[in-house]
Antibody, heavy 121, light 106 residues
Framework: QVHLVESGGGVVQPGRSLRLSCAASGFIFSNYGMHWVRQPPGKGLEWVAVMWYDGSTEYYVDSVKGRFTISRDNSKNTLYLQMNSLRAEDTAVYYC??????????????WGQGALVAVSS | DIQMTQSPSSLSASVGDRVTITCRASQDISGWIGWFQQKPEKAPKSLMYATSRLESGVPSRFSGSGSGTHFTLTISSLQPEDFATYYCQQYSTYPVTFGGGTKVEI
């Protein structure tokens, strides 16, 4: 079955960088778009970024544009989120999620278990 | 960006009750709405897509309806395992956006 496992979370100081990874299994990774969605402690869900199945297209929420970069390695079945210039408001659990289709859908039908990123001095 | 306004933000209900959660979009989303269930300390679970299509394994007591900008999620007979927070999401256009959530409590 579909399995998504995030890693790379932790505590980081404001202004520093962190890279999250999401290892995928149980499906043909290169056939699906992939997303990052985050959830600040005690708050609701916020979509962060998407990358098309072939890496050709990516979109971001305005609050992370220019700071975060989504990427993927289809040979390793892995999705990444490079987070630079981190701010306190980036503190959240970050989930990777599989698109229903190649990326154009925007609906996610599988989620990872999440990785906590805490930005604090 | 399309805003999703979800109501109520919380509700109290009993086992066996019929529960309805509403989501309003700031513009027509052509039925491209999904619903998610989240239990404490767990990842969200996808329940429904395209307004009313249930994900595999989701009980038939869950149903969805609506069109244009007004959508609802209904639980016909609330079960103990249904106490959770529910989110709507529009995926008509990027950035996809979520409602603020509805916490269903005992």
């Amino acid at each position: 079955q579909v399995h998504l496992v995030e890693s790379g979370g932790g505590v980081v100081q404001p202004g520093r960088s962190l890279r999250l990874s999401c290892a995928a299994s149980g499906f043909i990774f290169s056939n699906y778009g992939m997303h990052w969605v985050r959830q600040p402690p005690g708050k609701g869900l916020e979509w962060v970024a998407v990358m098309w199945y072939d890496g050709s297209t990516e979109y971001y929420v305005d609050s992370v544009k220019g700071r975060f970069t989504i990427s993927r390695d289809n040979s390793k079945n892995t999705l990444y989120l490079q987070m630079n210039s981190l701010r306190a408001e980036d503190t959240a659990v970050y989930y990777c999620a599989r698109d229903w289709d190649k990326g154009q859908s925007g609906y996610f039908n599988y989620w990872g278990q999440g990785a906590l990123v805490a930005v604090s001095s | 960006d399309i805003q999703m306004t979800q109501s109520p933000s919380s509700l109290s209900a009993s086992v066996g009750d019929r529960v309805t959660i509403t989501c309003r979009a700031s513009q027509d989303i052509s039925g491209w709405i999904g619903w998610f269930q989240q239990k404490p300390e767990k990842a969200p679970k996808s329940l429904m897509y395209a307004t009313s299509r249930l994900e595999s394994g989701v009980p038939s007591r869950f149903s969805g309806s609506g069109s244009g900008t007004h959508f609802t999620l209904t639980i016909s007979s609330l079960q103990p395992e249904d106490f959770a927070t529910y989110y709507c999401q529009q995926y008509s256009t990027y950035p996809v956006t979520f409602g603020g959530g509805t916490k269903v409590e005992i």
